[in-house]
């Protein structure tokens, strides 16, 4: 492209675009992190039930003052909940994806990350508002599980909200190879209800298809959403 051509491409027909330019001046171009990078690559659409999720999430805590995402991995969506709650820290035991995160990480959306394992101890005692975790749970053992949930409502104060999701059982059938690769621990909702009830008072559960969130029969959820109050 010669330099007649160049300047000419950074001219928008409509002037409302210029502000696409300003942004990739100051900014840059955002790169996906490792896990949407894979999702883009073998299956675009799977960004927007991401999204979706996360949006879920990022509108059921909003205004909290302040967040923990347990199991955040490449944390490319988790920029829809700093967007509603004033702090967020995202977490994962896997290094290797806290290092993706910083690499990536956009001082406008200030969220902190640290390296943690759940399954050891809670993030902080009663420190925080609200906690997450999306697609974690169905990766944990069994036998594990309680752990895992004591801990994430430990982290929380008593008035704490955590918002869990997983893939439902019966989504197995037809799930991708690469999709179920690790889940150790599906049920169905009913299942989860029972288990979240031993750690909470009050579980509210919802469904999802591809993007679309409903109350719908469970048992034809391709995924499960759980929201947690009144920690025991």
């Keep these: 492209m010669n330099s007649e051509n160049n300047e000419y491409s950074q001219i928008h027909k409509e002037k409302q675009y210029d502000f696409c330019q300003e942004v990739k001046n100051s900014h840059g171009v955002t790169k996906l992190g490792l896990m949407s990078n894979q999702s883009w690559f073998s299956d675009p ?33 988790s920029r829809i909940v700093r967007q509603e709650v004033k702090e967020l820290l995202i977490t994962d035991f896997d290094p290797i994806f806290i290092e993706d995160v910083d690499s990536r990480m956009d001082g406008t959306w200030d969220m902190k990350s640290k390296v943690h394992d759940i399954l050891k101890n809670p993030v902080a005692d009663g420190t925080f508002d609200a906690a997450y975790s999306m697609d974690v749970i169905e990766h944990i053992q069994p036998s594990d599980e309680d752990t895992f949930l004591s801990n994430i409502a430990r982290s929380v104060n008593k008035h704490g909200i955590v918002i869990i999701g997983t893939p439902s059982l019966e989504s197995q059938a037809y799930a991708s190879e690469i999709s179920k690769a690790g889940h150790v621990n599906c049920k169905s909702a009913p299942e989860w209800n029972a288990l979240f009830r031993k750690h909470f008072d009050n579980v509210f559960s919802f469904g999802m298809n591809d993007e679309v969130l409903h109350t719908g029969y469970h048992k034809m959820c391709q995924y499960l959403l759980f929201v947690c109050t009144s920690k025991k």
């Design 45 to 77: 659409k799977r960004l927007t039930f991401l999204f979706s999720r996360y949006k879920f999430v990022a509108k059921m805590l909003s205004n909290c003052e302040s967040a923990v995402e347990i199991g955040c991995a490449d944390a490319f969506a």
